[in-house]
T-cell receptor, first 114, second 114 residues
Framework: ETGVTQSPTHLIKTRGQQVTLRCSSQ?????VSWYQQALGQGPQFIFQ???????GRGNFPPRFSGLQFPNYSSELNVNALELDDSALYLC?????????????FGPGTRLTVL | GENVEQHPSTLSVQEGDSAVIKCTYS??????FPWYKQELGKRPQLIID?????GEKKDQRIAVTLNKTAKHFSLHITETQPEDSAVYFC?????????????FGSGTQLTVLP
């Protein structure tokens, strides 16, 4: 096990609602990235947080937002849910050092928007 | 931004044969290329990675080659086993000390037939 955990495992929401997904990074990791994985596709980068600040963002609208806390846990918030937001949401933690490269993924949260 | 294309989308091989999955990337500044294995319903797991200062890397039955000039890299699995069956994703990333955004390919469903 990599030590990255996510909650909840599954979630069902309706269009227009808001959702908060949670991620607990692997011990000692100071960076968290969030990805959206639609069915049958590769993960797509949403954003990354380092030391509680957003540090890079993919091609996602502002209704996707996040937080990173002092203990390096993280949240992904999505407002005004759309049907296309249905996907597996993955967080990945890493340790930012000059030689560090690997991102460790959590098990994901499966979001279904009806 | 970076764009990663992956081929083939599906690959079936007989147990004991070799499997090759190919990816191309668009951003010549990308310098880190990981490969992830994702079993059904599970998190992506890093199986091997390569940096742009290396042309080839091997780990037991798995090897990755990188051609920076042509901007493509490949995963080679030898002596395939049924437990190698999974979806494999390539990714490309620029590590510059700022956000390390992984751009994934669309995945290859590998099936190893007994």
């Amino acid at each position: 096990e990599t030590g990255v955990t996510q909650s909840p495992t599954h979630l069902i929401k309706t269009r227009g609602q808001q959702v908060t997904l949670r991620c607990s990074s692997q011990s000692g990791h100071n960076t968290v990235s969030w990805y959206q994985q639609a069915l049958g596709q590769g993960p797509q980068f949403i954003f990354q947080y380092y030391r509680e600040e957003e540090n890079g963002r993919g091609n996602f609208p502002p209704r996707f937002s996040g937080l990173q806390f002092p203990n390096y846990s993280s949240e992904l918030n999505v407002n005004a849910l759309e049907l296309d937001d249905s996907a597996l949401y993955l967080c990945a933690s890493s340790l930012r050092t000059s030689g560090s490269t690997e991102q460790f993924f959590g098990p994901g949260t499966r979001l279904t928007v009806l | 931004g970076e764009n990663v294309e992956q081929h083939p989308s599906t690959l079936s091989v007989q147990e004991g044969d070799s499997a090759v999955i190919k990816c191309t990337y668009s951003d010549s500044a990308s310098n880190y290329f990981p490969w992830y294995k994702q079993e059904l319903g599970k998190r992506p797991q890093l199986i091997i990675d390569i940096r742009s200062n290396v042309g080839e890397k091997k780990d037991q039955r798995i090897a990755v080659t990188l051609n920076k000039t042509a901007k493509h890299f490949s995963l080679h699995i030898t002596e395939t086993q049924p437990e190698d069956s999974a979806v494999y994703f390539c990714a490309a990333s620029l590590f510059s000390g700022s956000a390390r955004q992984l751009t994934f390919g669309s995945g290859t469903q590998l099936t190893v037939l007994p």
